[in-house]
């Protein structure tokens, strides 16, 4: 009932910036929790960053300091803005949104596509 579509991956070199974006849309909801994960090859999927409807905001310690998530309620839109990018920030980063469908008040969690993100010289 919800799309997640994600947006602003690529290359980029070491300490360069990139900003994704994600919107949801589809039937009536409102969203609880929406940020981004992330999975590099052979590894798990770990949290990036993430923001509550009431602005709380949960970030991985690998981030803090570099990236920043913020998030556009009007829009249902959620975004990350990466600076000062590592090669290991190198992974397919998901977008994520926990939400309350409004016609029948039950949550569930919506993953987008994935958007790959590399950060290379």
């Known amino acids: 009932q919800v799309q997640l579509v994600e947006s602003g991956g690529g290359l980029v070199q070491p300490g360069g910036s990139l900003r994704l974006s994600c919107a949801a849309s589809?039937?009536?909801?409102?969203?609880?929790?929406m940020g981004w994960y992330r999975q590099a090859p052979g590894k798990q999927r770990e949290l990036v960053a993430t923001?509550?409807?009431?602005?709380?905001?949960d970030y991985a310690d690998s981030v803090k300091g570099r990236l920043t998530i913020s998030r556009d309620n009007a829009e249902n839109t959620v975004y990350l803005q990466m600076n000062s990018l590592k090669p290991e920030d190198t992974a397919v980063y998901y977008c994520?949104?926990?939400?309350?469908?409004?016609?029948?008040?039950?949550?569930?969690?919506?993953w987008g596509q994935g958007t790959q993100v590399t950060v290379s010289s």
């Open positions: 994520y949104a926990r939400v309350t469908h409004i016609p029948r008040g039950f949550e569930y969690a919506y």
């Open positions: 589809g039937s009536i909801f409102s969203i609880n929790r």
């Open positions: 923001i509550t409807s009431s602005g709380g905001i």
